[in-house]
């Protein structure tokens, strides 16, 4: 691969810091011809599905990518902001935040949003900060969970992004914080606030996304490290083994997937008489597809069927003012050694 030309800076000039937030990625529309795009690119990751390309291809361009668009779109349709998709309008609320924030304790830092598919994409954002004279790059993953599947993922779109490059910036890469103490805290507060505005259900129900049981067996620490933020949040909320459950939502394709799964577990717990449950999805850090439709729309309908009377579904922490601050102190933690304060400053 050929580097590219890129306009030399005078010495000292690459001196400006930068965090990138990196999530997921989502469709640009609710649209079949979007979602054809965005799956394309997500499902032929070979960190998301590690069939081998020969049998997995004929697969998702024959059969997936012809059915799936079409009936996602509709999904999507549903759950739209004015803005756009609720999993890009969050990741970019919660950047310009956390720029904020950050400048108030006296650095002088950009903060970008990136998408790991889909736009504005990891390299693109990497182009426009270097352009601006950016020397050390943080690159924050919006998954406190590491998992091959994502983090690893965002990683090597970073190196990709480093093949072609000639003057790299410094970069740092935060691994994972499932038990992060301002993350742990955000989370119990924003349940006990919805347990002050509505009455606490009888049961809470910690839904993460799920991964292919393999993907644990071969050493991917996802499952671990979300039994590890279940149990910490439910130790801050005072709550007994007895009155929560850990599941995993978003099963794709035949394989077993980690277990519990979020929807039987609901129907199951709905047919032995449960008549109310909260449900909170702490691996999320921005509400979207996922929780919005999935949980708040089909998981709900499902547990109602089956005889459950009062389903509580409890945002992810999006915007909230005290998950902004825990992002913050993560990331001051990892900037350690940077020069991000002006001379003189605070
Ligand atoms: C095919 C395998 C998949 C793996 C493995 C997987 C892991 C994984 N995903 C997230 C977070 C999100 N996934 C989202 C959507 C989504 N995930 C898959 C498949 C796998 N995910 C699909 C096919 C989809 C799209 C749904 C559809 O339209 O059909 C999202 C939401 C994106 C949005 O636009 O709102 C998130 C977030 C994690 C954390 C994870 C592994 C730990
Ligand atoms: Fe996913
Ligand atoms: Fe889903």
Redesign the pocket.
């Known amino acids: 691969m050929a580097f590219r030309n890129e306009p030399a800076l005078p010495a000292g000039r690459a001196d400006g810091t930068a965090v990138v937030l990196c999530n ?1 990625g ?2 640009d529309e609710p649209t079949a011809p979007a ?1 054809r795009r965005y ?1 394309a690119e ?2 032929g990751d070979h960190r ?2 590690e069939i081998p390309k020969l049998l997995w291809w004929p697969i998702l361009h024959g059969i997936i990518l012809r059915t ?1 668009p079409a009936k ?1 779109a509709a999904k999507y349709a549903t759950v739209w902001m004015p803005e756009g ?3 890009k309008v969050w990741t970019d609320r919660q950047a310009k935040l956390l720029q904020g924030y950050l400048g108030e304790r006296g650095h002088r830092i950009t903060v970008r949003y990136a998408m790991r598919y889909g736009t504005p994409g990891i390299g693109a954002v990497l182009d426009e900060l270097k352009a601006q004279g950016v020397g050390r790059v943080l690159i924050l993953p919006a ?1 406190p ?1 590491y ?1 091959g ?2 983090t690893a993922s965002v990683f090597d779109a970073v190196a990709q992004w480093g093949l072609q490059v000639r003057a790299l910036p410094e970069l740092r890469f935060v691994n994972r914080y499932p038990d992060d103490r301002g993350y742990i805290e955000a989370l119990a507060r924003s349940v006990l606030r919805h347990w002050q505005q509505n009455e606490a259900a009888e049961h809470l129900v910690m839904s993460f ?1 799920g ?2 049981e393999r993907n644990r067996t071969l050493g991917d620490p ?1 499952a671990d490290e979300c039994q590890t933020t279940a149990r910490m949040l439910a130790g801050r909320l005072g709550l007994p083994p007895e009155r929560y459950t850990v599941t995993f939502q ?1 099963r ?1 394709g035949k394989a077993a997937w980690l277990q519990p799964y979020t929807e039987p577990t609901l129907v199951a717990l709905a047919q032995k008489g449960l008549r109310s449950v909260d449900v909170v999805c702490p ?2 850090t921005s509400d ?3 929780t919005l439709e999935e949980i708040n729309q089909e998981v709900r309908e499902a547990f109602v069927h089956a005889g459950g009377e009062r389903f509580s579904y409890i945002p992810c922490l999006n915007d909230d003012t005290d998950w902004i601050r825990a992002l913050t102190d993560l990331t001051e933690r990892h900037l350690q050694g940077w020069p991000t304060k002006a001379p003189g400053g605070q």
């Open positions: 997921l989502t469709p979602l799956l997500f499902l998301v599905v799936r996602s998709s609720p999993l998954y969970q998992s599947t994502t996304h991964l292919p996802y978003s794709f691996g999320f979207c597809i996922e």
